[in-house]
T-cell receptor, first 114, second 109 residues
């Protein structure tokens, strides 16, 4: 089934632990994105990748890292989780970076840091 | 700074028409998107405007005025399944999407 998958669906994590959120797409899209969504706030971009092998920082990158070793996978790592990273995380992809690129979203990961 | 404003919540009646407004101030403009997001689900694409005017797509239409920094999403013949949040997003000069907080639309029978 074409689309974007994310894992895990939800996770409860102790503060200070390391966690990797997985994202895989099978649409051969060049660009991929990680957002967090918090109540009352819009989606905020954490990191992005315009093509395999490149990454860039978004609006709220601190405490997060990403890698893009191939076209399909774009994992997001929290090196040492803190309670303020409690959020819903969405991975998205688009055919390419640039104008009018509809982004397709994964189902999200609900993360709680205690 | 960059800012996208839209109402937090709106209520409408099944079968009626509702207009959801979005105003924006961003560093550059390369287009405006509307997405629909049902509770607990991912956002899904509804419409894209880059030129001034109205884009119609079935029961949904989206309007853009670049000079006023203004857009609206018009939903006609409302159905209960239209109960969702509607997200306005502007593509800035770096081709990144800047998102509004979303408008929660409640449809009553």
């Amino acid at each position: 089934i074409a689309g974007i998958t994310q894992a895990p669906t939800s996770q409860i994590l102790a503060a200070g632990r390391r966690m990797t959120l997985r994202c895989t797409q099978d649409m051969r899209h060049n660009a991929m994105y990680w957002y967090r969504q918090d109540l009352g706030l819009g989606l905020r971009l954490i990191h992005y990748s315009n093509t395999a092998g490149t990454t860039g920082k978004g609006e709220v990158p601190d405490g997060y890292s990403v890698s893009r070793a191939n076209t399909d996978d774009f994992p997001l790592t929290l090196a040492s989780a803190v309670p303020s990273q409690t959020s819903v995380y969405f991975c998205a992809s688009s055919v390419m970076s640039g104008a009018h690129n509809e982004q397709f979203f994964g189902p999200g990961t609900r993360l709680t840091v205690l | 700074g960059q800012n996208i404003d839209q109402p937090t919540e709106m209520t409408a009646t099944e079968g009626a028409i509702v207009q959801i407004n979005c105003t924006y101030q961003t560093s550059g403009f390369n287009g405006l998107f509307w997405y629909q997001q049902h509770a607990g689900e991912a956002p899904t694409f509804l419409s894209y405007n880059v030129l001034d005017g109205l884009e119609e797509k079935g029961r949904f239409s989206s309007f853009l005025s670049r000079s006023k920094g203004y857009s609206y999403l018009l939903l006609k013949e409302l159905q209960m399944k239209d109960s969702a949040s509607y997200l306005c997003a502007v593509e800035d000069s770096n081709y990144q999407l800047i998102w509004g907080a979303g408008t929660k639309l409640i449809i009553k029978p």
